[in-house]
């Protein structure tokens, strides 16, 4: 569920350290992944571990050592973690579009007033005259997404060229280098502005967010609750610190499964 699944979840564990997706991500392939005889999670090298950990809190940086050390000093990632944080939100801004225009919670109308739409949508339209339909879309979102590329790269190359970085140690120590041009960020600003306000605030979007908070909070307290209500592998796991192998199970679920589990435990007639 998302975001509202995560503020959910951290409301559920105010009392027992909280609850963030980042540092569950962590959690996940430095304790939860089972694949190994020798050890827990999957062994990952400490960079890829920091571009996993794109946000910490200082009150949670404190526990990580070396890997939180930049939350509390303010120095910067490595540049590949820099530009795994940029490449998901290309991913997210553009998969939000093209979501939103699936569902119908959006338009092309609409979308005239983004700059960055329109403009990319007039060459698509002016290549190949008589485009339309879904085809349309994605050859625009697909010019999008070259041109957000494309711009972070020659930016990012710049801003590096810069500041003189030579060494890892100058990564940490010069300021941000991954970035958009001023150029364009002012139309990705535009672009998430709308998203925000016609999308993510969209009444049915919201109906859904609510439905989510409610699904993760109950099947949070009917666990903790009752304990015996979880699978087996966890009922174990409970033993030792109930709360949080409880997040571990409900953050580890699809909405899917979240919606079916919910079903499970609440709806009559549901026996299995």
Not at 58 to 63: C, D, E, I, S
Not at 126 to 135: F, I, K, N
Not at 164 to 183: F, I, M, Q
Not at 191 to 210: C, G
Request: charged share 25%; net charge negative; glycine share 6%.
């Amino acid at each position: 569920f998302g975001h509202a699944g995560q503020e959910a979840l951290n409301a559920c564990m105010k009392d027992y350290g909280g609850f963030e997706h980042n540092l569950q991500s962590l959690r996940t392939v430095d304790l939860l992944e089972e694949h190994y005889a020798a050890f827990d999670g999957l062994n990952l090298m400490f960079e890829t571990r920091e571009g996993i950990l794109k946000h910490c809190a200082r009150t949670n940086a404190v526990h990580l050592g070396e890997l939180g050390q930049r939350f509390l000093d303010g120095t910067q990632p490595s540049i590949e973690a820099q530009l795994a944080n940029l490449a998901d939100e290309i991913a997210y801004n553009n998969h939000d579009v093209d979501d939103g225009l699936r569902s119908g919670l959006i338009t092309l109308e609409q979308l005239e007033a983004v700059p960055i739409f329109a403009d990319n949508r007039r060459e698509v339209e002016a290549r190949w005259p008589g485009l339309g339909g879904r085809r349309l879309i994605h050859e625009t979102i697909r010019r999008m997404i070259h041109l957000m590329v494309i711009d972070l790269l020659g930016q990012t190359r710049a801003n590096i060229a810069a500041a003189g970085v030579e060494t890892l140690a100058d990564v940490h120590a010069a300021p941000r280098l991954a970035a958009y041009s001023d150029a364009l960020l002012p139309r990705l600003q535009v672009l998430k502005r709308f998203l925000h306000e016609n999308l993510y605030r969209h009444y049915q979007v919201l109906r859904m967010t609510n439905k989510a908070r409610r699904i993760v909070t109950e099947l949070f307290a009917a666990f903790m609750d009752d304990p015996r209500l979880l699978p087996p592998q966890y009922q174990a796991k409970a033993r030792e610190d109930k709360p949080r192998v409880i997040a571990d199970y409900i953050a580890g679920m699809t909405d899917r499964y979240a919606i079916r589990e919910h079903r499970r435990l609440f709806a009559v007639g549901e026996i299995h």
